[in-house]
């Protein structure tokens, strides 16, 4: 098996710094902006980007985590995955721009267990995502708004984000 490093550190920076821009002008400003990060990391990254908007917008911006697990349609295959805190930011979500950020966007079925989830507790004005990678191979109709790094794979590969805060460094690796 072979590994091979297609982000490091700095383009990691550079691709949430060029986000966190996005989501502000299609955001028109960080008013009513709420982060909820996927666990485990887009939870990390979800946090990095708040702190980047609050930077460039001057104003503080809502970040939380949203578990999926029992939202999953695959929980049957893999009764081991054990849920993770939900953490919604005390002003809610009703009414906000929710932006759902996650590390890698492959089939779409986390996603699409992130809006269920989303469902169950509010009704946000409107969902956006950000992943930093998005590899394709899609099975649902679901794609992102805001992405670091488009790279393509097969679905024997496997695409590694390691952060920081999780794994001690920054780098996306693809197995082959």
């Given at each position: 098996?072979?590994?091979?490093?297609?982000?490091?550190?700095?383009?990691?920076?550079?691709?949430?710094?060029?986000?966190?821009?996005?989501?502000?002008?299609?955001?028109?400003?960080?008013?009513?902006?709420?982060?909820?990060?996927?666990?485990?990391?887009?939870?990390?990254?979800?946090?990095?980007?708040?702190s980047?908007?609050?930077?460039?917008?001057?104003?503080?911006?809502?970040?939380?985590?949203?578990?999926?697990?029992?939202?999953?349609?695959?929980?049957?295959?893999?009764?081991?995955?054990?849920?993770?805190?939900?953490?919604?930011?005390?002003?809610?979500?009703?009414?906000?721009?929710?932006?759902?950020?996650?590390?890698?966007l492959?089939?779409?079925?986390?996603?699409?267990?992130?809006?269920?989830?989303?469902?169950?507790?509010?009704?946000?004005?409107?969902?956006?995502?950000?992943?930093?990678?998005?590899?394709?191979?899609?099975?649902?109709?679901?794609?992102?708004?805001?992405?670091?790094?488009?790279?393509?794979?097969a679905?024997?590969?496997?695409?590694?984000?390691?952060?920081?805060?999780?794994?001690?460094?920054?780098?996306?690796?693809?197995?082959?």
């Amino acid at each position: 098996m072979s590994t091979r490093t297609v982000l490091q550190q700095a383009d990691i920076s550079r691709a949430l710094t060029r986000i966190a821009h996005e989501i502000l002008e299609s955001n028109k400003g960080a008013e009513g902006l709420v982060l909820l990060g996927i666990p485990t990391r887009g939870v990390a990254l979800a946090q990095r980007l708040a702190s980047l908007i609050s930077a460039i917008a001057q104003v503080p911006v809502s970040v939380g985590s949203l578990d999926v697990t029992l939202f999953r349609d695959d929980l049957a295959q893999h009764p081991t995955r054990s849920p993770q805190p939900t953490d919604i930011p005390a002003e809610g979500i009703e009414g906000k721009t929710v932006v759902l950020v996650d590390d890698v966007l492959f089939s779409g079925r986390s996603i699409r267990a992130a809006l269920d989830a989303i469902q169950s507790i509010g009704r946000p004005a409107v969902v956006r995502l950000a992943i930093l990678v998005d590899r394709g191979h899609r099975e649902l109709p679901i794609r992102p708004d805001f992405v670091g790094k488009n790279i393509p794979s097969a679905r024997s590969e496997r695409v590694n984000v390691r952060l920081v805060e999780n794994d001690g460094a920054d780098e996306v690796t693809i197995e082959v």
